[in-house]
């Protein structure tokens, strides 16, 4: 079956301060992968979008970045956060196909300080 | 990009009632709706989604219906109990790519 992994859970961080999150996704190929933000009590946002390798879509002017390393792994990264980057951060992942539920990692929980 | 609206932002029901949410979408393109419920600190998960070309879908106690030409969709809970307390969101999608949500309704079931 497949699963998806997201770390670290929670994440406290000083503002210009750099940030790496990741997520793996386990037992299927070549999914499409999917990075939401989440602020306090609202609803998901789609930051980044990623149909294969080195394939990123970005759906909002921000300063986060993603990159999709490997097949089954995607990368959420800034240089120097803001305040306004504080959220709950998830990823999800899509088959192929024309018919797939989009599932949910268990989050990030990111507060910058 | 499409553009999801979601009514009402919270929603307080008696057990037993029923209870209503609503979406709007700006893209006529869209032809796939989720609706998903995550429980507090925790994934959203998916429990009932419908095609454009249906217009309606039930699953138990839940249902969705669409209404293509008005670009609106809702949910539908009927008999609800306190489990059902989440806060609910509806979704946009063009051909299962991108996925655009709307801002979430709060349900809270009173026993």
């Known amino acids: 079956s497949q699963t998806i992994h997201q770390w670290p859970a929670t994440l406290v961080q000083p503002v210009g301060s750099p940030l790496s999150l990741e997520c793996t996704v386990e037992g299927t190929s070549n999914p499409n992968l999917y990075w939401y933000r989440q602020a306090a009590g609202r609803g998901l946002q789609l930051l980044f979008y990623?149909?294969?390798?080195?394939?990123i879509s970005s759906e909002v002017p921000q300063n986060l970045s993603a990159s999709r390393p490997q097949d089954r792994q995607f990368i959420l990264s800034s240089k120097k956060l803001l305040l306004s980057d504080s959220g709950f951060y998830l990823c999800?992942?899509?088959?192929?196909?024309?018919?797939?539920?989009?599932?949910f990692g268990p989050g990030t929980r990111l507060t910058v300080l | 990009g499409e553009n999801v609206e979601q009514h009402p932002s919270t929603l307080s029901v008696q057990e037993g009632d029923s209870a209503v949410i609503k979406c709007t979408y700006s893209?006529?393109?869209?032809?796939?709706f989720p609706w998903y419920k995550q429980e507090l600190g925790k994934r959203p998960q998916l429990i009932i989604d419908i095609r454009s070309n249906v217009g309606e879908k039930k699953d138990q106690r839940i249902a969705v219906t669409l209404n293509k030409t008005a670009k609106h969709f809702s949910l539908h809970i009927t008999e609800t109990q306190p489990e059902d307390s989440a806060v609910y969101f509806c979704?946009?999608?063009?051909?299962?790519?991108?996925?655009?949500f709307g801002s979430g309704t709060k349900l809270n079931v009173k026993p």
């Open positions: 990623s149909v294969g390798i080195g394939q």
């Open positions: 979704a946009a999608s063009i051909n299962f790519n991108k996925f655009y």
């Open positions: 999800a992942w899509r088959g192929g196909g024309s018919y797939n539920e989009q599932f």
């Open positions: 893209d006529s393109a869209s032809n796939y």
